[in-house]
């Protein structure tokens, strides 16, 4: 598998799905039984800065972290958001005892565990302060298992290959890391994800998208996979535009712009700092 980790930011910000409310309200319940602090979010591994500008709603400062320039350089502003050039596991801008959450969207299996693990624990709030890390994995089409078995082909054959092994974590809904931490909660949809029934229960799936078959096709190429695979073959036919003509195909599907009802693997992991 390759090693590296790449984006196109201007691209992720445009055609990445948004988290839905469900796991910001799941989030939100959970913090407040214990605290009702919203003066300190960390954003960490914030890409474009989508869960950055959710949590700006709440809280009266957040600040988003990346490792990569150029998601930053494309974050959407906001007044009280300040974004930073980083790495998940170095948050030594942050006092200890300081931040009432941190949040990791889609990002934490690219991180060292025990050492993002070990500095979060350091500059949450004791017995007070939340972190919430969730992340989802390719989508499926609803209703359409044919077409599914094609995606499940691109990501499991040519995007394997590219992929950063720490995919694997996500792959599993993040059930082979330890969390350290005393009081838990796991949210994992769709149901059938939940191969282990630690999931609570959810009140609906915490990500689903309407999409036109165009977007999801710009969508697939936002994967770090993707960028790889064309950046060591740029000679041979694009894995993505195969796909989707082919996902049209088995549909009986000739128009791009034909809506398609999408779920993604999801999980959401919630503790509160000891």
Known sequence: MSSKVSYTGSAYSKFRPTYSDEIYSLIYDFHERHANDYNLAVDVGTGTGQVAIELSKKFKQVYGIDNLEEQINNATAQDNITYQVGSGEDLSHF???????????????WFSHNQFFEEAKRVLKRNTGTLAIFGYFYPIIKGEPK?????????TGPFNTYSNDNVRFIR???RDIVFPFNEQAWYITPKSEDTTNISQPTQDSLMKASMSLDAFKHYMKTSSAYYNYMEENPDKEDPVDKLVKDVMST????DYQH???????????LAKND
Do not use: C, R
Not at 147 to 155: D, F, T, V
């Open 95 to 109: 006092k200890d005892n300081s931040v009432d959450m941190i949040t990791v969207g889609t990002a934490f299996h």
């Open 147 to 155: 077409a599914n078995e094609l995606i499940k082909a691109l990501h």
């Open 172 to 174: 599993n809904m993040y």
């Open 251 to 254: 549909m009986g599907i000739q």
């Open 259 to 269: 809506v398609i009802e999408l779920e993604w693997p999801t999980v959401l992991v």
